[in-house]
T-cell receptor, first 116, second 114 residues
């Protein structure tokens, strides 16, 4: 089974509108972390936001927020007030806790295009 | 920005030749990772290291080996490159298990195997 599932290969959003990028995860580990990364066309991977499995509140970082629904194993990224510079690939990732592994699992990504 | 460099940044090689990619960090982070990125697959873990001389396999380790003789360097070797190993390779580092900042990534190496 896939550890991270991103079901939206491509998304379009009008500039200044909000957009939600979906992510579901699969783990039986009670301790885990969820991350979102942005990859613009230049290729670098940029960390956006983190949510810990024990965090009670949804994480927020500026225009980014993570809609964490633990029971549904969902960790959707919400970008408010989209900007042209938000056009990029977005990857959801999970780190499972415990041991020395500290492994990360990535989804296949969602390509976001912001339309002027 | 985290100090991570990868070398070379681009490489074209022929099937059957050995290739070594280097990842160098100046952050003294414990964990280092090698991923490959392919269209439709996202990033897939090849190998990772949790300390000097401590390494383990990821989900796509066949055909790859790694070495870490110093904290700052993590080498990825393709013993005999194949066309299926044409990809973009990313190195990443992580400070400690449970760090809320996740991983920091290098700029990537684009490898083409002809």
């Amino acid at each position: 089974a896939q550890k991270i599932t991103q079901t939206q290969p491509g998304m379009f959003v009008q500039e200044k509108e909000a957009v939600t990028l979906d992510c579901t995860y699969d783990t039986s580990d009670p301790s885990y972390g969820l991350f979102w990364y942005k990859q613009p066309s230049s290729g670098e991977m940029i960390f956006l936001i983190y949510q810990g499995s024990y965090d009670q509140q949804n994480a927020t970082e500026g225009r980014y927020s993570l809609n964490f629904q633990k029971a549904r194993k969902s960790a959707n990224l919400v970008i408010s007030a989209s900007q042209l510079g938000d056009s990029a690939m977005y990857f959801c990732a999970m780190r499972e806790g415990g041991g020395t592994g500290n492994q990360f699992y990535f989804g296949t990504g969602t390509s976001l295009t912001v339309i002027p | 920005d985290a100090g991570i460099t990868q070398s070379p940044r681009h490489k074209v090689t022929e099937t059957g030749t050995p290739v070594t990619l280097r990842c160098h960090q100046t952050e003294n982070h414990r964990y280092m990772y090698w991923y490959r990125q392919d269209p439709g697959h996202g990033l897939r873990l090849i190998h990772y290291s949790y300390g000097v001389k401590d390494t383990d396999k990821g989900e796509v380790s066949d055909g790859y080996s790694v070495s870490r003789s110093k904290t700052e360097d993590f080498l990825l070797t393709l013993e005999s490159a194949t066309s299926s190993q044409t990809s973009v390779y990313f190195c990443a580092i992580s400070e400690v298990a449970g760090a809320p900042t996740g991983q920091f990534f290098g700029p990537g190496t684009r490898l083409t195997v002809l």
